[in-house]
């Protein structure tokens, strides 16, 4: 058995845990980080990375195959290498990963490479390849991440079922594709199959996309996924996957009726499952397996802190990132705290979805009578040069015009939403950005005009 001290021991590599090492380290703490697996966690190794990676190879054979002739570019897309793709998609973790494991050493972070289990408040065991570690430590910051969900259907250990890590790793493109699950993963992994060419049906039991988001722009979304060629089955209550000779058959509810589709492979894309079985030892306050922090992620347990998704709420890369650095500020002695209004989410669809804030649904929930300003990608000149046409910008502001929520479905929404959410953590009255010179031709002009439309002053849109 071999002992380590630590004055912090961070639980997990992933976003949460990494930036909240390396942010204790740089306030002077002594650090040890534990990972099972790899770090950089699942966003680095099997989710944001990866799929971005796989989402520019899509975007690539979609424009070679519908937009290059627009452009006067005589090609004929005559095959995809999908093992040239992956092993490109490898090559971005890889390199990133190296990115990672330099700056964790540059700031003299103790790494254990090995499964924590929390046998104490101050005391961590870990199993690793060369035997058993027992970290003691002062304060602890538990960031173990969450795992992909399976729904629990007959079915749903047959080979060819896959998690979204799974699928990451297919070598070979399947003629067709089942996504379970209308969510970010589903339709994300919908876009990446269906414009390499398999045929995509997505089973979702909501009968609207984005549904908790914005109703508006999930119908805008669904109109035109569909022109891409995926097909939807919402409102559909899965039953079981039976196999089917060399495919899968998704039977599922729908209209009163059991009915059924076959595919070569099935994704489950129904959400995930947080990991908080590391740490059944600690008296800890849980609400449906998420741990119970407050606004400086502490525990109901002195000295120890949580961060990511093991917290439940929106599972976030970059919420993971800050909270994890408001731990580890915390945890060092000072005292931060986090504003959840401005927390932006990006669906990287093609179009893509962004917003921050609140919608005006929400908005009315609250007793807010917002006002709200909208405008058209149509209207656009950038849009237009682009060949991206499609979505909208819609800004939600309060009675005194201050801007509390965005939306956008449109080209680069995920760059877009960032102007947006600086509005929302700072309280800019719309007036400001109205008055604001933004470059032309840019896709940002549509957050000016949207915002110049709440005070009746749009220039281009009648």
């Not at 998609?89 to 990672?100: A, I």
């Not at 962004?354 to 209207?379: D, M, Y």
Request: charged share 20%; net charge neutral; glycine share 10%.
């Amino acid at each position: 058995m071999t002992k380590l001290t630590a004055e912090i021991a961070v639980l997990g590599g992933g976003p949460a845990g990494y930036v909240a090492a390396m942010r204790a380290a740089q306030l002077g703490a002594d650090v040890v980080l534990i990972e099972e697996k790899a770090l950089g966690g699942v966003c680095l190794n099997l989710g944001c990375i990866p799929t971005k990676a796989l989402l520019t190879t899509a975007r690539l054979i979609s424009d070679i195959k519908n937009t290059s002739k627009e452009h006067g570019i005589i090609n004929e897309l005559k095959e995809i290498d999908w093992e040239t793709a992956v092993s490109r998609k490898d090559r971005v973790v890889k390199n990133q990963l190296y990115g990672l494991e330099q700056l964790l050493d540059a700031r003299n972070i103790k790494i254990l490479a090995g499964h924590g289990k929390v046998v104490s408040t101050n005391e961590i065991v870990v199993a690793t390849a060369e035997g058993e570690v027992h970290v003691q430590c002062r304060k602890m910051i538990l960031a173990t991440g969450s795992s992909p969900r399976k729904l629990p259907i007959p079915g749903n250990g047959l080979p060819g079922v896959l998690t979204s890590s799974d699928i990451l790793s297919m070598r070979d493109l399947p003629p067709s594709l089942a996504i379970l699950g209308a969510g970010v993963i589903g339709l994300e992994f919908a876009t990446i199959f269906s414009a390499a060419g398999v045929k995509v049906t997505i089973i979702e039991m909501e009968e609207n996309l984005l549904k908790v988001e914005d109703e508006e722009a999930g119908r805008e979304l669904l109109k035109l996924l569909k022109r891409q060629g995926i097909q939807f089955k919402l409102g559909a209550d899965i039953q079981k996957i039976e196999q089917n000779g060399d495919f899968l058959s998704v039977s599922y509810l729908l209209d009163g009726k059991i009915q059924s589709i076959s595919a070569q492979k099935v994704l489950m894309a129904v959400g995930r499952k947080l990991n908080s079985n590391m740490f059944s030892a600690l008296p800890l306050a849980v609400d449906k397996d998420a741990i119970v922090v407050n606004d400086r992620m502490e525990t109901s347990v002195p000295n120890i802190y949580a961060a990511g998704d093991v917290i439940g709420g929106k599972l976030l890369a970059h919420l993971a990132f800050a909270e994890g650095k408001i731990a580890a500020e915390n945890a060092v002695g000072l005292r931060r705290s986090l504003d959840y209004r401005a927390v932006p989410l990006c669906i990287y669809t093609q179009p893509e979805y962004a917003s921050v804030g609140l919608t005006k649904t929400e908005a009315l929930k609250q007793g807010i009578n917002p006002r709200i300003g909208l405008f058209a990608f149509r209207n656009n000149g950038r849009a237009l040069t682009l060949g991206e046409r499609e979505g909208f910008v819609r800004v939600v502001a309060d009675e005194s015009n201050v801007i509390i929520g965005a939306q956008i479905l449109g080209q680069d929404a995920s760059e877009l939403i960032s102007e947006m959410t600086l509005a929302v953590t700072v309280k800019v009255k719309v007036e400001v950005l109205a008055e604001m010179i933004h470059p032309h031709p840019t896709l940002s002009e549509a957050l000016w005009e949207a915002c110049a439309g709440i005070i009746g002053k749009p220039i281009h849109k009648i």
